[in-house]
């Protein structure tokens, strides 16, 4: 039995955010993708525009959702750095108990399908920070270039963060695929690649961003313990071990070198980075609540 079916990933109530997360999906696959002008134009042109018009209304309610909080983030460069840094503690789904359950119980079955959603809901650090950092201001700028140097393995193919999690994915044989993945995996990638790909959510993407640098490290220190537990070699898990020291420094870099700048320069600019920060929160959140759910964890 393929090891995606193990697991029930959608429900009934479920059907209508599944088709708009496929459809999304598809969308960053056609317009990431490096091709050649070999197609109608036009006709594609028009497909993608009918995709983007659902992106926008996604990302929209989704703003929506979290405008009412993000509108007490204070609006000056200390205040804004202060909120931002204490979601790392009360932000939604901060503490979530999936992960100590993966650090301390899960099996190695549970623990490959975990690990499959998440590589299939990768939406790629490195080539969102190279989107996100256009015509950025220039102190902002400099930082998202130097974290985008680390994700690239500052240079050496083997320190490269994306084929680090592509090892070890081979590794325990992982497949991941769209058909098999539960659709809030899908939201979380398609969120953050939808900030990033458009100018108007630019800041959003800054402050999306700047969030997984700051709260990743704890869940990825427990993702790599459980892996230890169940035997993964080092070299295997070196993609969370990696992480759970170096985001770190990123995120501190990250809050002193583009955040406070950017709210320095525009206090709107704290609204909207609280904004794309919260949306990629509630993302996370949802993916862990319905990872128990298909876990069947009474956490």
């Not at 539960?182 to 939808?194: D, H, K, P, Q």
């Not at 869940?219 to 070196?238: E, F, T, Y």
């Not at 990250?254 to 206090?267: F, K, S, Y």
């Not at 919260?278 to 069947?296: D, P, Q």
Request: proline share 6%; hydrophobic share 45%; aromatic share 8%.
């Amino acid at each position: 039995m393929p090891e995606g079916s193990l697991y029930p990933t959608n429900t009934p109530e479920d059907a209508a955010q599944d088709r708009l997360q496929r459809r999304l999906a598809e969308l960053n696959r056609r317009r990431f993708t490096p091709a050649l002008p070999d197609t109608d134009w036009d006709e594609d042109r028009e497909a993608l525009a009918v995709l983007e018009r659902e992106e926008i209304a996604f990302i929209e309610a989704r703003r929506a959702a979290v405008a009412a909080r993000a509108a007490e983030a204070p609006t000056d460069p200390d205040g804004f750095v202060t909120w931002f840094e204490e979601l790392d503690r009360s932000g939604p789904g901060q503490g979530d108990p999936l992960f100590p359950w993966l650090a301390a119980r899960a099996s190695m079955q549970e623990m490959r399908w975990f690990l499959t959603q998440e590589v299939a809901g990768e939406a790629g650090f490195e080539d969102l920070a190279a989107l996100t950092q256009v015509r950025m201001p220039q102190q902002p700028k400099l930082e998202i270039a130097r974290n985008y140097w680390d994700e690239m393995g500052r240079g050496n193919p083997k320190g490269m963060h994306g084929p680090l999690l592509d090892t070890l994915a081979h590794r325990l044989g992982l497949e991941p695929r769209i058909e098999t993945t539960v659709w809030e995996s899908l939201a979380l990638a398609n969120t953050m690649a939808g900030l990033a790909a458009n100018r108007r959510y630019a800041y959003h993407s800054v402050g999306a961003l700047g969030v997984i640098e700051q709260t990743a490290p704890g869940r990825s220190a427990m993702v790599a313990k459980g892996l230890k537990r169940l035997k993964v070699p080092a070299g295997d898990r070196h993609y969370f071990d990696l992480h759970a020291i170096l985001d770190v420094k990123h995120s501190a870099a990250w809050n002193a070198e583009a955040i406070r700048p950017l709210v320095a320069e525009d206090p709107r600019y704290a609204t909207a980075m609280a904004e794309g920060a919260l949306m990629r929160l509630e993302c996370g959140a949802a993916c862990f609540a319905r990872y128990r759910r298909a876990l069947r964890l009474a956490l």
